[in-house]
């Protein structure tokens, strides 16, 4: 059951990554496609339908980690209190920026508050890489599984990789986004600088990708991770799709490459870490184990009925918005 748990919430951040993933993206490439004001306004319009449903996701995954393992929710709120902080004050800023910017007419707040959405963004998806690649790399935990280490061990170059890799990443994931909803200068900006993000996503890719060989490797259980190896091909086939397909001017297929790049690259984390919930540091140290950071039998098998029926309400809910919102933006 505590396997039915980690997998679990690896689903739940998966499906936050795919969401508010194109959306974290559209903000950090809106200065480069968007000129004007009202074309700034227009690609923020793009995701004001969606960005705050998929949100909702990341609350739903913190809780969920409470919910299924305490003794890893515990050890890392108390491990990571300051990179929390600057998340959550990241998330209010850019909510605040979202809404604030239609309340003013002139353009000087305008910008303003764009540099603010789009500065927030990025910091946010800077952290996220960094914390998935410090979970990958391992922790430095004592016998209970609380963090040693401190806010400059998290800023280690393997790290800092995977956080250049998360915001190349969604920045074209927020590309193809725009190729999909808008349609006009910005969507022609954008296809010229998918362009070059894809060569550097995929540079990036191959660097982290043998960085994480050198970090990870051997493996333990290596029965167990035997199937990771088919993981790095179809991240490698939905990237030379995601080319393929915008070039073929297909939107929607190009974004569901991207979506296809971007799993493919967090179930392999997830299943690197696996059976670890918090991997220890150095690699092979242990860490952290899922069967011992779950609470009793009968409130695990509780608490995963609770979660699986809310994480099908909540999908149900994100297709129906999907499908009433999904029209194109003409700018």
């Given at each position: 059951m505590s396997s039915v748990a980690f997998w679990l919430l690896a689903?739940?951040?998966?499906?936050?990554?795919?969401?508010?993933?194109?959306?974290?993206?559209?903000?950090?490439?809106?200065?480069?496609?968007?000129?004007?004001?009202?074309?700034?306004?227009?690609?923020?319009?793009?995701?004001?339908?969606?960005?705050?449903?998929?949100?909702?996701?990341?609350?739903?995954?913190?809780?969920?980690?409470?919910?299924?393992?305490?003794?890893?929710?515990?050890?890392?709120?108390?491990?990571?209190?300051?990179?929390?902080?600057?998340?959550?004050?990241?998330?209010?800023?850019?909510?605040?920026?979202?809404?604030?910017?239609?309340?003013?007419?002139?353009?000087?707040?305008?910008?303003?508050?764009?540099?603010?959405?789009?500065?927030?963004?990025?910091?946010?998806?800077?952290?996220?890489?960094?914390?998935?690649?410090?979970?990958?790399?391992?922790?430095?935990?004592?016998?209970?599984?609380?963090?040693?280490?401190?806010?400059?061990?998290?800023?280690?170059?393997?790290?800092?990789?995977?956080?250049?890799?998360?915001?190349?990443?969604?920045?074209?994931?927020?590309?193809?986004?725009?190729?999909?909803?808008?349609?006009g200068p910005p969507a022609q900006r954008g296809r010229a600088l998918l362009a070059t993000l894809w060569w550097i996503v995929a540079a990036l890719y191959v660097v982290v990708s043998l960085s994480t060989l050198a970090q990870r490797w051997p493996l333990e259980h290596h029965g167990m991770h035997a199937w990771l190896i088919v993981m790095p091909v179809l991240s490698l086939l939905s990237l030379v799709a995601l080319r393929i397909l915008v070039a073929r001017g297909s939107s929607a297929r190009a974004f569901a490459a991207s979506c296809a790049f971007l799993a493919t690259l967090l179930v392999a984390s997830a299943g690197t870490m696996y059976p670890y919930i918090l991997p220890g540091y150095p690699s092979g140290l242990g860490g952290l184990n899922i069967d011992a950071a779950t609470p009793s039998p009968t409130a695990l098998a509780t608490t995963v009925g609770v979660v699986a029926v809310g994480l099908c309400i909540v999908v149900a809910y994100s297709l129906f918005v999907a499908r009433k919102m999904a029209r194109k933006i003409s700018l």
């Open positions: 689903a739940m951040i998966t499906i936050y990554v795919l969401l508010d993933g194109y959306d974290l993206g559209v903000a950090a490439i809106a200065p480069l496609i968007a000129r004007t004001d009202a074309e700034r306004a227009g690609t923020m319009e793009s995701i004001g339908p969606f960005w705050n449903g998929n949100e909702v996701w990341l609350i739903a995954a913190g809780g969920s980690l409470f919910a299924l393992f305490p003794q890893a929710y515990a050890s890392a709120f108390s491990g990571f209190y300051l990179p929390f902080t600057i998340v959550l004050w990241l998330l209010m800023f850019r909510g605040i920026a979202m809404e604030l910017r239609g309340q003013f007419a002139s353009e000087l707040w305008h910008n303003f508050w764009d540099f603010c959405f789009c500065g927030s963004s990025i910091g946010l998806i800077a952290l996220f890489g960094i914390a998935l690649g410090n979970l990958v790399r391992g922790l430095p935990l004592d016998r209970d599984g609380y963090f040693l280490g401190t806010f400059g061990f998290l800023l280690n170059p393997y790290a800092l990789g995977v956080g250049l890799l998360a915001i190349a990443a969604l920045a074209q994931h927020g590309a193809t986004f725009v190729l999909m909803r808008i349609a």
